[in-house]
C-alpha cells in the first residue's frame, strides 16, 4: 500500500479536530490524534511520523497545544479559523 503524503495527514488531523469541535477552550488529549490512522498508510516511522506532523501544526499555529495536570492536550486556533476551513474543505473534497 502506498504511503500518504505529509500533506494530506496534516489536513486529516486539522478535519478531525473540526469534526469534534475542537476550537479554544474545548480541547482533546494528543493521543487522541492517532486513533483512526492506520500504521501501513503513515510509512515506516508510524505514528512517530504522525506526531512529528502534529507538531508542526503546532509550531506553524494552527493548533493550540495545553499542558494540563493529566496530559498534553491539544484544540484549533479560533484565530486561524478561515484558514482552517479552507483546509479542511479541500481535504473533504478529495476524500
Not at 504511503?3 to 478531525?16: C, M, P, Q, V
Not at 483512526?36 to 507538531?55: D, I, Q, T, V, W
Not at 503546532?58 to 495536570?69: E, P, R, V
Request: hydrophobic residues 35%; glycine residues 10%.
Amino acid at each position: 500500500m502506498e504511503e500518504t503524503n505529509d500533506g494530506y495527514i496534516k489536513a486529516a488531523i486539522l478535519y478531525r479536530l473540526y469534526k469534534q469541535g475542537k476550537w479554544g477552550g474545548s480541547h482533546t488529549d494528543f493521543e487522541n490524534l492517532k486513533k483512526g490512522f492506520s500504521p501501513r498508510h503513515l510509512g515506516k516511522r508510524g505514528l512517530k511520523r504522525l506526531e512529528k506532523l502534529a507538531e508542526e501544526l503546532i509550531k506553524d499555529g494552527y493548533i493550540l497545544a495545553k499542558i494540563t495536570s493529566y496530559g498534553y492536550h491539544v484544540s484549533l486556533n479560533p484565530r486561524r479559523t478561515a484558514e482552517i476551513q479552507k483546509i479542511v474543505e479541500k481535504f473533504v473534497a478529495e476524500f
